[in-house]
């Protein structure tokens, strides 16, 4: 599968961004996708994770509340809905996807990994 995500850009703390991620092939409902993130200097770290059906979700305990991941398998595309931006959430988000069936938070269990969006939360 192939992912592209967009909807980054620049925001003011206290904005809000919605990024997506579109799949290619016919298979999207059968992923587990997750997005994480890159801070300059750091490493990718785990931000959210949706279920195959999009009934189970989990967040890193630092979005929790502000952001919202969401998919429409229809249009094999998974969102990020993040609100109450705050400077410390700039980073590089990536959307990926993982083959098993389990909500998982580690990047190593992730198969397919698009390009990333840049995020910039000015103060």
């Known amino acids: 599968v192939q992912l592209q995500a967009s909807g980054g850009g620049l925001v003011q703390a206290g904005g809000s961004l919605r990024l997506s991620c579109a799949a290619s092939g016919r298979t999207f409902s059968s992923y587990v996708m997750g997005w994480f993130r890159q801070a300059p200097g750091k490493e990718r770290e785990f931000v959210a994770v949706?279920?195959?059906?999009?009934?189970?979700?989990d967040y890193t305990a630092s979005v929790k509340d502000r952001f919202t991941i969401s998919r429409d398998n229809a249009k094999n595309t998974v969102y990020l809905q993040m609100n109450s931006l705050k400077p410390e959430d700039t980073a590089v988000y990536y959307c990926?996807?993982?083959?098993?069936?389990?909500?998982?938070?580690?990047?190593?269990?992730?198969?397919?990994w698009g390009q990333g969006t840049l995020v910039t939360v000015s103060s």
């Open positions: 990926a996807a993982s083959t098993g069936w389990k909500t998982v938070a580690t990047t190593s269990l992730y198969d397919y």
């Open positions: 949706i279920s195959r059906s999009g009934t189970v979700t």
